[in-house]
């Protein structure tokens, strides 16, 4: 009997130490839900306006503009050869790009003929629906101002932060920005900001307790500008613009109403990790793309 009563204490205070592990897992999941970004997230970087690369950048995943035409992508390179998927529509390729370009005006032929204008149109309308989402999501309720507006040195649990439009947002030269998830994968972070998002030279948005890129939204309503050497996470999403400088790097998505500018001659780099684009097959074509010349 007594051995019994011991092993029927032990079961119960095991049952109760699954309980508390069980619950102080599920409270870490937090932050607001995120807006679906549609086709959008196909894209690493998609924009409305021109996207420009001045040297030796790098993007892993797709590149869309519309409705300004092929033409307005400059810098990288565009290989001549245009191909026709099984899924149809019709795409370019870089040795810059790790992925497929496509521009407003590759209107294909035969039973392709307009699939790819259709699917940048519904893209570009996607990702306009997911920033005005993100920038009016209310629950739970925002941290209103936080740092004043300077996000150097803070560490972000999950959640809204939102900011008044004066003055811009920033993280200055040097500084971190670290995003704690506190164990929990699922946890999210929209950061409303009205108008400018700044990170000076050197500056870093870390990750930390199990925080996903994918499941932080950068919402501004006009430029991003990310200075030499910065590191950002996220989904950005701009009202205006997305200005990249030397050596700075996205891991998230790139998206735009504007224009999104490449600059220097190595380091900088835009990786999608909501629909991760993987190299195999595109040395292939980018050989015969060579050969066409």
């Known amino acids: 009997m007594e051995n019994y009563m011991l092993r029927k204490s032990l079961f119960g205070l095991f049952g109760l130490i699954l309980l508390v592990f069980f619950l102080s897992h599920s409270v870490n999941a937090a932050g607001p839900a995120l ?17 420009l690369s001045t040297g030796g950048t790098a993007v892993v995943g797709n590149i869309g503009i519309s409705p300004c035409a092929t033409s ?7 290989l001549p050869l245009v191909i ?5 529509g019709e795409y370019a390729t870089s040795l810059l790009v790790t992925g497929n370009i496509y521009g407003s005006d590759m209107t294909g032929l035969g039973s392709s003929a307009g699939i790819t204008p259709t699917m940048l149109t519904t893209a570009t309308t996607d990702m306009l629906t997911a920033q005005t989402e993100a920038q009016g999501t209310v629950s739970p309720a925002p941290v209103v101002n936080d740092g004043a507006g300077n996000l150097g040195g803070l560490t972000l649990t999950p959640g809204i932060y939102k900011f008044n ?8 030269s040097g ?50 500008t990310l200075g ?48 991760p684009i993987t190299s195999s097959g595109r040395a292939l074509l980018q050989t015969l793309s060579l050969l066409l010349q």
């Open 228 to 275: 030499t050497t910065t590191q950002l996470s996220g989904i950005v999403l701009a009202g205006t613009g997305i200005v990249m400088d030397q050596g700075a790097t996205l891991s998230g998505e790139a998206l735009s109403q504007g224009e999104v500018t490449l600059l220097g001659t190595t380091g900088t780099s835009v990786t999608n990790v909501t629909a």
């Open 165 to 172: 439009s004066e003055p811009d947002v920033d993280i200055a």
């Open 72 to 78: 307005c992508i400059t810098g990288f390179g565009l």
């Open 84 to 88: 026709t998927p099984p899924l149809g």
């Open 35 to 51: 807006p679906a970004l549609g086709s959008a997230g196909n894209f690493a970087v998609l924009a409305e306006t021109p996207v």
């Open 175 to 224: 500084d971190t920005l670290t995003l704690n998830c506190q164990g929990n994968s699922a946890s999210t972070f929209i950061f409303q900001i009205p108008d400018a998002f700044t990170m000076e030279s050197g500056a870093t948005v870390n990750l930390i307790g199990n925080c996903q890129p994918q499941n932080i939204y950068w919402a501004v309503g006009t430029q991003v």
